[in-house]
């Protein structure tokens, strides 16, 4: 059902829905950015819905708020081993379509894959979504060929005009809240994108010859390895696990899991020194072919989403959907 409310009233409806939730859009963060002397756009904690950024892309995607950065599996000493207790709040996250999209890539990993995920479960179920429109293209955005530009799936939409309020609620619980709260009814309709000026082209004919290609040299010699690329990546989702003792008891500590980044020195090292993909142009190539070529042989879709996170945020200005435009001329390549 579609309503309008000012901003006055939305901050009464976050004020109620606070109280059973912990609530994280994107927001600025004041001389964090980059470079000195700039801002960051990226998730955090709101209380008023003036916090939030509706008009920049944030750099970082939700991700972190579902699959922390560093997360205690459990704690243990030599005769026990306990879960850590679960969060008592749940969560409510602001997201725009593309991240929707990739939340289900990473329900796809951790709930759908051969075994469920029970710590990002316990986050996932208590978790719900509100969808902030797109009426712009933002830099780097190629999410209409990626076909992630659009969605239904989910609690609420919401747009801020001015200081009114337009509101698409699906959710019975936020339904309940609004009846408290002065409303007027509104046909409400969702932004979506409908262009972008960046465009991939993934060829109809990629297979795993592409492997051979050439192309992947130029990788080896502009990537520096540092990982940011899959660190704001919203589908990414690997992660390596570290064994913390602590200081006054070396027999009792905590296992940690912490995110990892396949583009990163270490990441396939093996008992005994053997490594795969020593060189960067061969993870570059695994990175790429992971998403946009068997991830859609596993689960019918791709992987990427199409945000241009990667972009936006390579020290060394290497596009992915550059990369990906270069698939057809690999592929006459080796052909």
Known sequence: MGY?????????????????????????????????????????????????????KSSFSYKEVLLPITQTLFFFTEDTVQEPKAKEKKVLIFLRSCDIHALKRIDDIYLRNK????????????????????????????????????????????????????????????EDILKNIETANEDVTPDFVEENEVKVNIPNNLDLSVMDSKMWNEYSERCIACGRCNFVCPTCTCFTTQDIFYKDNGKAGERRRVWASCQVDGYTDMAGGHSFRRAKGERMRYKVLHKVYDYKKRWGYHMCVGCGRCDDICPEYISFSNCINKLEKAMDEVK
Do not use: H
């Open 4 to 56: 309008k409310i000012d901003l006055n009233s939305m901050n009464l409806v976050l004020d109620n829905l606070s109280k059973e939730y912990e609530i994280y859009a994107p927001k600025v963060f004041k001389g964090e950015g980059r470079f000195s002397d700039t801002d960051r756009v990226k998730y955090g904690k709101i209380e008023k819905i003036q916090e939030v950024e509706f008009n920049a």
């Open 115 to 174: 075994f469920v995920d029970p710590y990002y479960k316990k986050i996932r179920e208590n978790a719900k979504f509100i969808l902030m429109g797109c009426t712009k293209s933002y830099e780097n955005c190629f999410c209409v060929n990626m076909e992630t530009n659009k969605t239904d799936e989910y609690n609420a939409y919401i747009k801020v005009l001015g200081n009114e309020v337009l509101l698409d609620v699906k959710d019975e619980e936020f």
